[in-house]
T-cell receptor, first 113, second 116 residues
Framework: NAGVTQTPKFQVLKTGQSMTLQCAQDMNHNSMYWYRQDPGMGLRLIYYSASEGTTDKGEVPNGYNVSRLNKREFSLRLESAAPSQTSVYFC????????????FGDGTRLSIL | QKEVEQDPGPLSVPEGAIVSLNCTYSNSAFQYFMWYRQYSRKGPELLMYTYSSGNKEDGRFTAQVDKSSKYISLFIRDSQPSDSATYLC????????????????FGKGTLLTVNP
């Protein structure tokens, strides 16, 4: 089973360029999430989608937009990339119901020069 | 004060040692507690999931929750080189409809190395 798939795995951008990170899950999960992970900062929530058709801001949403395209797919867009957005980005999904954990993809490593 | 505090380490132990990893938290609304393991260049994977205070055992891993002290622990017995990874604690509050809330709050992770 593929689980949560993120594309691309690596990307280098120049300051000011735009970029969309893609995430797809094949587990029929309702909720999806985008995190960034930086050294010494841990995982921080950027945006999440509790269910298809809804999106909400997390802890660090500035500079990002999201689209819940359908139940399977949740994309993260950087409209004008900045060096401070250099990070590893993780997508996660979670099934509906009580006590369901989040399942993570393997990340997109993004460098902005 | 951060909601979740976790010693980043690094922690280096010999093979076969008992490892103790810990997190403290300040938000009394947290009711659900998780431990994730993250290998280098991989996403976090769920190791343990607990709700109530007390111990939960799964093979060589034991998760312990003390809600009165706002303290959780993960113990690894007979540690192996394959246990070398970053361990992240995570927790969530109860949602209005019951069960775990949608959002997790993570500790910063502890880097563990088990030496052969």
């Amino acid at each position: 089973n593929a689980g949560v798939t993120q594309t691309p795995k690596f990307q280098v951008l120049k300051t000011g360029q735009s970029m969309t990170l893609q995430c797809a899950q094949d587990m029929n999960h309702n909720s999806m999430y985008w995190y960034r992970q930086d050294p010494g900062m841990g995982l921080r929530l950027i945006y999440y989608s509790a269910s298809e058709g809804t999106t909400d801001k997390g802890e660090v949403p500035n500079g990002y937009n999201v689209s819940r395209l359908n139940k399977r797919e949740f994309s993260l867009r950087l409209e004008s990339a900045a060096p401070s957005q250099t990070s590893v980005y993780f997508c996660a999904s979670r099934a509906l119901g009580t006590n369901q954990p989040q399942h993570f993809g393997d990340g997109t490593r993004l460098s902005i020069l | 004060q951060k909601e979740v505090e976790q010693d980043p380490g690094p922690l280096s132990v010999p093979e076969g040692a008992i490892v103790s990893l810990n997190c403290t938290y300040s938000n009394s609304a947290f009711q659900y507690f998780m431990w994730y393991r993250q290998y280098s260049r991989k996403g976090p994977e769920l190791l343990m999931y607990t709700y109530s205070s007390g111990n939960k055992e799964d093979g060589r891993f034991t998760a312990q929750v003390d809600k009165s002290s706002k303290y959780i622990s993960l113990f690894i017995r007979d540690s192996q080189p394959s246990d070398s990874a970053t361990y992240l604690c995570a927790m969530s509050a109860r949602s209005n409809s019951g069960g775990s809330n949608y959002k997790l709050t993570f500790g910063k992770g502890t880097l563990l190395t088990v030496n052969p």
